[in-house]
């Protein structure tokens, strides 16, 4: 986008009101609850147009996140680009990120509460998967410290065996 007509600013500027620290969009949404502005024919992500006009163009193959974790939120200085890996790992750095199968969710007090078990318990890895609603692979890397890490030192393979 080479340059923003200066209605489509104007009206921007109309679409969000300061909630906190927060810049939240009160116009209309996307369905996963990201703010949505149409110019022309497209229709942005809010956070990425409000980056555009801001901060400058994104880089090409980057998503724009947040510092804040609001999908809402289109204040620039909570804008970065990152990576989608970028994404990734900061939503699991703030636990934020939510592992699933079914219906069952892992989040940190879930994380800690299977790392007890498992070496107070000697549940097997199975057995945890079950009670807790998941994948076996999804208790190995909790186990393995690669998801929900709580800066406790990863459990050792050989302690990690089934039993």
């Given at each position: 986008m080479n340059s923003?007509?200066?209605s489509d600013r104007e009206r921007f500027l109309r679409s969000f009101h300061t909630r906190?620290?927060?810049w939240e969009w009160e116009a209309s949404c996307f369905e996963r609850g990201y703010g949505q502005f149409k110019v022309g024919e497209k229709n942005w992500l809010a956070h990425r147009f409000s980056y555009t006009i801001f901060v400058g163009p994104i880089p090409k193959g980057m998503l724009i996140c947040h510092t804040c974790?609001?999908?809402k939120c289109v204040r620039p200085s909570h804008l970065f680009p990152g990576t989608?890996?970028?994404n990734s790992d900061d939503k699991i750095q703030k636990g934020r990120s939510r592992?699933?199968?079914g219906s069952a969710k892992i989040d940190m007090d879930a994380a800690k509460?299977?790392?007890h078990l498992y070496l107070t318990?000697?549940?097997a890895q199975e057995n945890l998967a079950l009670d807790f609603g998941v994948s076996r692979a999804a208790?190995?890397?909790v186990l393995a410290q690669k998801t929900w890490p709580d800066g406790t030192p990863p459990i050792p393979r050989k302690i990690r065996k089934k039993f």
């Amino acid at each position: 986008m080479n340059s923003v007509r200066s209605s489509d600013r104007e009206r921007f500027l109309r679409s969000f009101h300061t909630r906190g620290e927060c810049w939240e969009w009160e116009a209309s949404c996307f369905e996963r609850g990201y703010g949505q502005f149409k110019v022309g024919e497209k229709n942005w992500l809010a956070h990425r147009f409000s980056y555009t006009i801001f901060v400058g163009p994104i880089p090409k193959g980057m998503l724009i996140c947040h510092t804040c974790d609001n999908r809402k939120c289109v204040r620039p200085s909570h804008l970065f680009p990152g990576t989608h890996r970028d994404n990734s790992d900061d939503k699991i750095q703030k636990g934020r990120s939510r592992r699933s199968r079914g219906s069952a969710k892992i989040d940190m007090d879930a994380a800690k509460r299977i790392r007890h078990l498992y070496l107070t318990t000697h549940w097997a890895q199975e057995n945890l998967a079950l009670d807790f609603g998941v994948s076996r692979a999804a208790v190995q890397m909790v186990l393995a410290q690669k998801t929900w890490p709580d800066g406790t030192p990863p459990i050792p393979r050989k302690i990690r065996k089934k039993f």
